[in-house]
């Protein structure tokens, strides 16, 4: 995502006495540290300079004074820019070929480089440079993520943001956590959110504040992670599992039938970022006086109808963890809720069951969200909705070019549903997914299996006394499920890549037949 060329808005501050002032900010503006300014100048009618490229420095180049036509090339596209006022700039990422024309003759332009001078990083030859340019798009390996290039985009800002925090010396419970409680609370559209020291606490929370605990039954799905398990067994109460839909998500038809007297809750999971059935969940808990929460531990921005997941319920619970579609650099979690009660009985329990620092109220925990990660989660979650589009885009390139293979089964998704493809799962017949994900190491593809035990076979949840066989949909998500690599930072190309691989293999178990 930073390799796309584009004009910046240089920070301008102007008074009738003094005239105007116009700051670049290397941790603000740029995406680089500043090691190297030059000059370009007095240059004669009708000359053109640059013509050639760089493998690996970054600039800004910004008029001064004067005009200047920028024109750059590389990955696949050209890209033109006019410069004419000093409060603009264009930021040049590393790998593209540049011309500058049509100066005029007062043009003073300011280069700012990411590097010292070094003359093996340039390239004069054109035609050297598209082989460059044609060798760099090859794809010859995808990691199941690509965490690395965002922390890549972002790395001075960052570093800016932990700085700024080590300076205050507040590091829990401080001014960032509520700043980012404040925000993530009006994105996911509810009046609170209660940071935590993760999502499995955050549910635990959730659980305790709503006053479940022994001898109380809250429904689960059987397709999913164990923490939404492991929730429910730590405030003492019981996990009745019902089986899922075929893609993890609680099954809506199931849930009566597991109702008892004892049923205090539905807690369904978005699982995969994908929605699940809540109008249903929700019908049904009216009718039985029941609560609802979510664990929407993979769903930040997800929709559902008219709501966005982490809104739809009385509570709902997310995870930071660094590989989450917004993820911080640690562990950490939050509630949402638009429950005054659970709210306020949540901050208790999150530290020690104080509402006051030393007036401990009820019995609670430490489980806190720590203003590091705060700041930090804080800066990236306003770039949340541009990387959750980049995800749907992939997966529609999944969807629409392996849905020719009838041997693999793609997931379903409803049209009110808007999911965020925290993982994007296929399901690859049970007695081939070994050699399946053989084939996707030798061509050195990531790849993930979420999850290869179905949480009522766990030996943690023995005691529940469930058996193989009880939950059919669930084992069989269980034995088929791969996840294929998918982050907003795969490109277009190694997506591609992926879905080569995977027909490949296919054609050739077809031949075999």
């Known amino acids: 995502m930073n390799n796309i060329p584009k004009l910046i808005d240089i920070e301008t501050h102007r008074t009738e006495q003094s005239g105007s002032l116009s700051v670049i900010q290397s941790n603000t503006h740029l995406n680089f540290p500043i ?37 750059l090339e590389g990955y696949g596209k050209t890209y033109s820019f006019e410069l004419d006022a000093p409060n603009k700039g264009v930021l040049v990422p590393a790998g593209y070929w540049r011309e500058m024309s049509n100066f005029s003759n007062d043009a003073v332009l300011m280069v700012l480089a990411s590097d010292d001078y070094e003359p093996k990083d340039y390239i004069h030859d054109k035609q050297e440079f598209y082989a460059f340019d044609a060798n760099r798009t090859n794809v010859e390996k ?19 943001v932990t700085e700024e925090v080590l300076d205050e010396t507040s590091y829990i419970m401080g001014p960032r956590l509520e700043k980012f409680e404040e925000s993530f609370a009006e994105f996911t559209g509810t009046k609170y959110c209660i940071g935590t020291g993760n999502g499995l606490d955050a549910l635990e929370i959730i659980l305790r504040a709503s006053d479940i605990g022994a001898g109380d039954e809250v429904i689960v799905s059987a397709g999913g992670f164990i923490a939404t398990l492991l929730a429910v067994m730590r405030v003492g109460a ?13 099954n809506p038809v199931k849930i009566e039938a597991a109702i008892t007297n004892h049923t205090k809750a539905i807690l369904p999971t978005h699982l995969y970022g994908i929605p699940a059935e809540m109008d249903e969940v929700r019908s049904i808990a009216q ?9 929407a531990c993979q769903a930040h921005g997800a929709e559902y109808k008219d709501g966005t997941c982490g809104a739809l319920s009385d509570a709902a619970a997310f995870s930071f963890y660094p590989t989450k579609n917004l993820g911080g650099f640690g562990d950490g979690g939050c509630l949402t809720t638009s429950n005054e009660k659970i709210a306020q009985t949540a901050k208790k329990l999150r530290s020690y069951g104080a509402a006051i620092k030393y007036h401990h109220e009820i019995v609670g925990f430490n489980s806190r969200l720590d203003e590091m990660q705060a700041a930090l989660l804080q800066f990236l979650l306003p770039y949340l909705p541009e990387w959750n589009a980049k995800r749907r885009e992939l997966a529609s390139l999944y969807l629409n070019q392996l849905s020719v293979i009838e041997e693999i089964e793609l997931p379903v998704v409803h049209d009110h549903s808007t999911p965020v493809w925290h993982v994007f799962p296929i399901m690859v017949p049970k007695d081939k997914r070994d050699a399946f994900c053989n084939h996707l190491t030798k061509n050195h593809i990531g790849y993930n299996i979420h999850y290869p035990l179905a949480m009522h076979l766990q030996p943690c949840c023995s005691h529940l006394q469930y058996k193989a066989g009880d939950f059919p949909v669930a ?3 269980a034995a088929c499920e791969v996840s294929l690599p998918l982050d907003p930072y795969h490109t277009t190309e190694e997506i591609n890549f992926v879905i080569k691989a995977v027909l490949a293999f296919f054609e050739h178990e077809s031949a075999k037949n």
């Open 475 to 477: 084992e069989k998500l």
């Open 287 to 295: 009718k039985h006086n029941l609560l609802v929460f979510e664990d």
């Open 142 to 160: 995808v990691g199941y993520l690509a965490m690395h290039r965002r922390y890549e985009e972002f790395r001075l800002q960052l570093q800016q």
């Open 238 to 250: 019981t996990p009745v599992l019902v089986d899922c839909t075929p893609w993890g998500n609680i």
């Open 35 to 71: 090691r190297r300014v030059y000059y370009i100048h007095s240059i004669e009618d009708d000359k053109a300079r640059g013509f050639h490229g760089h493998k690996k420095l970054q600039q800004c180049i910004v008029a001064t004074s004067g005009h200047v036509t920028l024109s």
